[in-house]
């Protein structure tokens, strides 16, 4: 018996030790984040400047909303003024308003509104959800399920309504939501863009079987498979634990966590291609950073195992901060914007990608999360 208890309490101290390594400085994380914002807000000082690349676009479209949501989480765990008035100023230069106005269907366009609500909850004023109201009720009103071809439309669009009905305390955002996920996870192609064999997304229906990899895999695309994981980890973060929903979603987000830990790469990033490492197979930045977000929101609330996903999490995001993340706060290894591992390819530690800011918001959301881990 004395054998067994010390060799319980040998486990028990190993395990302790193996996870106190694992542990962050927090202090650092947040100066890495700020490093990364820093460089933007300098570079970008007009928030309402056009993006300007290949053509013009406004600055509330979906990539600089992905960048707002990750501002918002660093305000979040660090109040600063500056952060709160650089996303205030956005939001008024558009009129708390969407690209394509108050009828588009395109979650890509309403994704600004997850800002937006934020910023209400900060400081309620009608104005500031007039045009979300309006969007909203209309999508809710009428009968379409399938606006959601793509997987990052869930990311996009699902956690609009999940804030919208916590706000209202509306239970129809709630099914909406549901009803929407649920298409585009079973209905979408030939047999929904979810594959719970893999545990995994194909990006829109042009990939799902029988497209194949080079190396005879199906095509998971990182960054499309991390706005599904980061989508279901800001609707878990949001409804009530009471929603009826919620044992779908996580169930599908262990189903998920699951599948990526056995693809992550040697040095804490994980490939453009997840099951064909040869294939476009070089380390990605902005797709590690939607799966460190992900495990460390699965960790801090319970869902996920800490021992078996908290080395995962400090591999990446030591990965990050050392081989991706400047001096200057630039972020390399960036995958330009695109639908499958071959766009913006190839990609380098210096390499500028097309916009800098949706990459900027998905490292934001890790570091928060991670920012906000007890040990």
Same mark, same amino acid.
């Given at each position: 018996?004395?054998?067994? *208890?010390?060799?319980?309490?040998?486990?028990?101290?190993?395990?302790?030790?193996?996870?106190?390594?694992?542990?962050? &400085?927090?202090?650092?994380?947040?100066?890495?984040?700020?490093?990364?914002?820093?460089?933007?807000?300098?570079?970008?000082?007009?928030?309402?400047?056009?993006?300007?690349?290949?053509?013009?676009?406004?600055?509330?479209?979906?990539?600089?909303?992905?960048?707002?949501?990750?501002?918002?989480? *660093?305000?979040?765990?660090?109040?600063?003024?500056?952060?709160?008035?650089?996303?205030?100023?956005?939001?008024?230069?558009?009129?708390?308003?969407?690209?394509?106005?108050?009828?588009t269907r395109n979650a890509d366009?309403?994704?600004?509104?997850?800002?937006?609500?934020?910023?209400?909850?900060?400081?309620?004023?009608?104005?500031?959800?007039?045009?979300?109201?309006?969007?909203?009720?209309?999508?809710?009103?009428?009968?379409?399920?399938?606006?959601?071809?793509?997987? &990052?439309?869930?990311?996009?669009?699902?956690?609009?309504?999940?804030?919208?009905?916590?706000?209202?305390?509306?239970?129809?955002?709630?099914?909406?939501?549901?009803?929407?996920?649920?298409?585009?996870?079973?209905?979408?192609?030939?047999?929904?863009?979810?594959?719970?064999?893999?545990?995994?997304?194909?990006?829109?229906?042009?990939?799902?079987?029988?497209?194949?990899?080079?190396?005879?895999? &199906?095509?998971?695309?990182?960054?499309?498979?991390?706005?599904?994981?980061?989508? *279901?980890?800001?609707?878990?973060?949001?409804?009530?634990?009471?929603?009826?929903?919620?044992?779908?979603?996580?169930?599908?987000?262990?189903?998920?966590?699951?599948?990526?830990?056995?693809?992550?790469?040697?040095d804490g990033f994980w490939n453009?291609?997840?099951?064909?490492?040869?294939?476009?197979?070089?380390?990605?930045?902005?797709?590690?950073?939607?799966?460190?977000?992900?495990?460390?929101?699965?960790?801090?609330?319970?869902?996920?195992?800490?021992?078996?996903?908290?080395?995962?999490?400090?591999?990446?995001?030591?990965?990050?901060?050392?081989?991706?993340?400047?001096?200057?706060?630039?972020?390399?290894?960036?995958?330009?914007?695109?639908?499958?591992?071959?766009?913006?390819?190839?990609?380098?530690?210096?390499?500028?990608?097309?916009?800098? &800011?949706?990459?900027?918001?998905?490292?934001?959301?890790?570091?928060?999360?991670?920012?906000?881990?007890?040990?």
């Open positions: 018996m004395k054998k067994i *208890l010390l060799f319980s309490a040998l486990l028990l101290l190993s395990t302790s030790v193996a996870l106190a390594q694992q542990t962050f &400085d927090r202090a650092l994380v947040l100066k890495q984040m700020q490093s990364a914002n820093d460089y933007f807000m300098d570079k970008w000082p007009d928030s309402g400047k056009t993006i300007i690349t290949n053509k013009e676009r406004p600055s509330n479209i979906w990539t600089r909303s992905v960048y707002y949501e990750g501002l918002m989480a *660093l305000h979040e765990i660090f109040p600063k003024e500056t952060y709160y008035n650089y996303a205030y100023s956005w939001a008024e230069f558009h009129k708390w308003g969407f690209n394509s106005g108050n009828t366009n309403y994704c600004a509104a997850q800002t937006y609500i934020d910023l209400y909850n900060l400081e309620p004023d009608t104005k500031k959800l007039k045009n979300t109201k309006e969007c909203m009720n209309m999508l809710l009103n009428t009968p379409q399920l399938n606006d959601w071809s793509w997987i &990052d439309a869930i990311q996009m669009g699902m956690p609009v309504f999940a804030k919208m009905g916590v706000l209202e305390k509306d239970n129809r955002y709630f099914e909406k939501m549901y009803a929407m996920y649920m298409y585009s996870r079973n209905n979408h192609g030939d047999h929904g863009l979810f594959n719970p064999k893999d545990g995994l997304w194909w990006r829109d229906a042009d990939f799902d079987a029988p497209y194949k990899e080079p190396n005879g895999e &199906d095509c998971y695309w990182s960054r499309g498979n991390g706005w599904v994981f980061a989508a *279901l980890t800001k609707v878990l973060a949001i409804t009530p634990e009471n929603e009826v929903h919620r044992k779908q979603y996580i169930s599908d987000f262990k189903a998920m966590a699951k599948a990526l830990a056995l693809v992550q790469r040697e453009v291609s997840l099951h064909d490492k040869n294939n476009f197979g070089e380390k990605e930045t902005s797709g590690t950073a939607l799966f460190v977000y992900g495990m460390a929101y699965g960790i801090n609330s319970g869902i996920l195992e800490k021992d078996v996903y908290l080395p995962i999490v400090k591999k990446a995001w030591d990965a990050m901060t050392e081989k991706s993340l400047h001096e200057n706060g630039f972020l390399g290894f960036m995958q330009s914007t695109g639908k499958e591992p071959k766009d913006g390819q190839p990609l380098t530690y210096d390499k500028i990608p097309d916009f800098e &800011d949706y990459g900027l918001g998905c490292f934001l959301l890790a570091g928060s999360e991670i920012y906000k881990m007890k040990f």
